[in-house]
């Protein structure tokens, strides 16, 4: 990873979100797609403009799209795109939605973007050196007691009845101030030091990879249900703390 890699994800970003702002609050098309989620001409276009600068300029590297699935597969470097996360909060005039662009390295997320292309937020986070938002460094708060701590997630729907049972275990041992809604921007507000526990399961590589990056190079950290650090092959079910010392408070918690 260099810093023309930073450059690049910082224009995809730029990209999307010139595709992103004229559709907000605005007139586009919608649909279903297999899994039922929707899809809206943002998500689309916003990805279709990154992947033409990614093959463009990088021919040999893979990229993995929500959208359009794919490309270079067994390339060691991968770029995970996420035009939308949080389709629905767009479709809803909600500017809590966000771009997610991240750069795997063997498995390995190194480099993360969180774009608001409508506020005009940008977190950035590099393996081994601190994050930025808007080019500022940014920092997680620190919590003395797992029950000092706020904590989010996207929404109960998400969760199965065992992993609602987890996350209700999580929160009823925090500060019991849960905040519903955000996706990725929860992300962005603990890196940011105003959250301190985003706690989701059932998430794919394009939900999670830039994430990573963005909370640990914050002074956070993120790892699966069991405390695993989050690879290409982790199971989906993800805990972003801002306070690293409450991990094992947060595992006994969720059972």
């Known amino acids: 990873m260099t810093n023309k890699d930073a450059a690049l994800a910082s224009r995809l970003a ?47 590297d893979g990229i993995i799209g929500e959208e359009y699935g794919t490309r270079n597969e067994g390339a060691g470097r991968q770029w995970v795109l996420d035009p939308i996360d949080g389709t629905i909060s767009f479709m809803a005039g909600r500017p809590i939605f966000g771009t997610l662009i991240a750069l795997v390295q063997d498995g390995w997320p190194v480099l993360g973007v ?49 992993a609602a049972g987890a996350f209700m275990s999580l929160a009823a041992q925090s500060s019991q101030i849960v905040v519903w809604g955000g996706d990725c921007y929860n992300y962005g507000l603990l ?39 989050l690879d290409a092959n982790s199971d989906g079910s993800v805990l972003a703390l801002g306070e690293p010392a409450r991990l094992e408070e947060a595992l006994e918690a969720m059972g």
């Not at 890196?191 to 190079?217: F, I, Q, R, T």
């Open 191 to 229: 890196a940011s030091g105003h959250l301190d526990v985003v706690c989701e399961a059932g998430l794919k590589l394009h939900d999670y990879a830039a994430l990573v990056p963005v909370v640990e190079g914050a002074g956070g950290m993120m790892s699966d249900w069991q405390g695993n650090p």
């Open 114 to 162: 969180i774009d608001q292309p409508i506020a005009g937020e940008r977190w950035v986070g590099r393996i081994g050196e601190g994050t930025t938002f808007n080019g500022k460094p940014v920092s997680t708060r620190s919590v003395k007691e797992l029950s000092d701590a706020t904590i989010a997630s996207s929404g109960p729907q998400y969760f199965t009845d065992d």
């Open 14 to 60: 730029d990209a999307a979100g010139a595709a992103i702002r004229p559709l907000f609050r605005g007139a586009w098309e919608q649909e279903r797609k297999d899994d039922a989620s929707p899809v809206t001409e943002a998500d689309r276009a916003a990805e279709a403009a990154m992947r033409a600068i990614i093959e463009a300029e990088c021919p040999d």
